[in-house]
Every structure is written in structure tokens, then in C-alpha cells.
């Protein structure tokens, strides 16, 4: 069975940093794109970061680029972001997702269940 | 980098159908097959529905069909059930980034 679990997400104060980690299991976790989207409370999703299977390429939303830093480790079947220079609109549930194959920039057919963000004084 | 436009509200009856329409650009929905809708119910992770624009993955009822013309895309929802109600969102690529809609919350009525 397919499971993505995030971790990391806490109250920051603007300005501030912030890990997040995703632990994938159930598949083959260096054969696949993986994601992460973020969705604010009680608004719509948001594209945030994607990357390749083996780390050789990243993407950015323009909202992120320069600050955030997406990355993994396949001997550790694990995804995370580094978040820096945080932001109140980076406020948000942050999902981890997997993507259908090696170049999924669309199809995510697994999602972890979030992990919340909150940016505030 | 822009978003995908859904209407932000659409309902039906049990039984009926709905259409969730989907408007981007050239350079997004109308430049590419590579094109998914998800659903999210309150509370939940986003479930893949659809895929390559009118691909269902494995367990989705065919109640969802998908399809594309131009610029719109569009999720139908045939035979409407109380379930069905969630809120859908598209998703496209868009050369070096993924874009989606700003969501179409479906009510069954």
C-alpha cells in the first residue's frame, strides 16, 4: 500500500525557516516524480514544487521561487522542502504528492494526508 | 504562472449530470493533452479522477469522463450521486510549471 506521511509543519514567525519532510512507502520511491502542493485553509490548491526522480531537475512556482528548495533522498524513500524567508501567505496545508511515473508534472495519483504551516507574529 | 478558471459553484440532482468546465490558455490547456482533475472531499487529500485529459484511473466509477476542446476543459459527473458532492479541481501543464483551477465546489441537491 501506497503511504506518504508529512512532518515539519509548525507555527513560524515571518521571516523564519522551516523543514518539511515527506516518509514514502509501498513502492519504488526513486522510479517517480514526487510533488509538493499547498493548500491554505478553506482555499484552493497550489502548485508549489516538483522533482525528478533521480534530483537532477527542480520547478517552482514564481510564489516560491528563491525561497524554498525541494529535494530527496531515495536511500531514505524520503522527499523534503526547505522553506526560508517564510512568508504569512506561505500559510497553508503542505502535501506531499507522487507522481504517476518517472515525468508526471500533472498526474499525482498518491497524496499524504498534509502537514500545516502557519506563518504568523 | 497563472491559474486555471472554474466557475467556483455548480449543482445537480441525483441522477442528473454536470459539466465542470476548465479555461486556460495556449500555453496550458490548449497547448498539451497532459491535463488531470482531482476531487477533494472536506477535510481529505485531493483523489487523482482523471488523467491525459480523459483517462480514468483504476476504482474511479465511468460516471467521470474528461475531455478537451481549445482553450476548455471539462469533467462531466453522469448519474449523480450524494457522494459525488466534493469540491473538483483542474490541473494542467504548463511548459515548466503545473497550474491549477481555482476549484468548482459541486453540490448535490
Known amino acids: 500500500e501506497v503511504q506518504l506521511v508529512e512532518s515539519g509543519g509548525v507555527v513560524v514567525q515571518p521571516g523564519g525557516s522551516l523543514r518539511l519532510s515527506c516518509a514514502a512507502s509501498?513502492?519504488?520511491?526513486?522510479?517517480?516524480?514526487m510533488h509538493w502542493v499547498r493548500q491554505p485553509p478553506g482555499k484552493g490548491l497550489e502548485w508549489v514544487s516538483l522533482?525528478?526522480?533521480?534530483?537532477?531537475?527542480?520547478y517552482y512556482a514564481d510564489s516560491v521561487k528563491g525561497r524554498f528548495t525541494i529535494s530527496r533522498d531515495n536511500s531514505k524513500n524520503s522527499l523534503y522542502l526547505q522553506m526560508d524567508s517564510l512568508r504569512t501567505e506561505d500559510t497553508a496545508f503542505y502535501y506531499c504528492?507522487?507522481?504517476?511515473?518517472?515525468?508526471?508534472?500533472?498526474?499525482?495519483?498518491?497524496w499524504g494526508q498534509g502537514t500545516l504551516v502557519t506563518v504568523s507574529s | 504562472q497563472s491559474a486555471l478558471t472554474q466557475p467556483r459553484s455548480v449543482s445537480g440532482s441525483p441522477g442528473q449530470s454536470v459539466t465542470i468546465s476548465c479555461t486556460g490558455t495556449?500555453?496550458?490547456?490548449?497547448?498539451?493533452?497532459?491535463f488531470s482533475w482531482y476531487q477533494q472531499h472536506p477535510g481529505k487529500a485531493p483523489k487523482l479522477i482523471i488523467y491525459?485529459?480523459?483517462k480514468r484511473p483504476s476504482g474511479v466509477p465511468d460516471r467521470f469522463s474528461g475531455s478537451k476542446s481549445g482553450n476548455t476543459a471539462s469533467l462531466t459527473i453522469s448519474g449523480l450521486q450524494a457522494e459525488d458532492e466534493a469540491d473538483y479541481y483542474c490541473?494542467?501543464?504548463?511548459?515548466?510549471?503545473?497550474?491549477f483551477g481555482g476549484g468548482t465546489e459541486l453540490t448535490v441537491l
Open positions: 491525459d485529459v480523459d
Open positions: 509501498g513502492f519504488t520511491f526513486n522510479d517517480y516524480m
Open positions: 490541473c494542467s501543464y504548463a511548459g515548466s510549471y503545473t497550474s
Open positions: 495556449s500555453f496550458d490547456v490548449g497547448g498539451f493533452n497532459y
Open positions: 504528492a507522487k507522481g504517476m511515473d518517472s515525468s508526471a508534472w500533472y498526474e499525482l495519483d498518491y
Open positions: 522533482i525528478s526522480w533521480d534530483a537532477g531537475s527542480t
